[in-house]
Nanobody, 118 residues
């Protein structure tokens, strides 16, 4: 079992910044990849950013150049630094972890709300 605890959401004005954190209950080296998805009202959940155990990074086109995903191996934590935020970034952000082993293929965090005002 992998538990993911998210923090860092909130309300910010357009152009501002937020940093999301996601702490895993297991060693980050037992996780194939971790990342962030988001879901805005009335829209499908979409991948925002992902980092693999090997350090490969993926970003949605809409956040490239503004968001940065990183990890702290010692803290088993992944971060999402969000800069130059736009109203369209408003969504619930979910941390996701894909473990290397186990019967469960993916774990989701509880979600954290990010609201960007214009």
């Amino acid at each position: 079992q992998v538990q993911l605890v998210e923090s860092g959401g909130g309300l910010v004005q357009a152009g501002g910044s937020l940093r999301l954190s996601c702490a895993a209950s297991v060693s980050i080296f037992s996780i194939k990849s971790m990342g962030w998805y988001r879901q805005a009202p009335g829209k499908q959940r979409e991948l925002v950013a992902r980092i693999t155990i090997g350090g490969s990074l993926n970003y949605a086109d809409s956040v490239k150049g503004r968001f940065t995903i990183s990890r702290d191996n010692g803290q088993n934590t992944v971060y999402l630094q969000m800069n130059s935020l736009k109203p369209e970034d408003t969504a619930v952000y979910y941390c996701v972890a894909v473990p290397i082993h186990g019967s469960i293929s993916v774990y989701w965090g509880q979600g954290t709300q990010v609201t960007v005002s214009s």
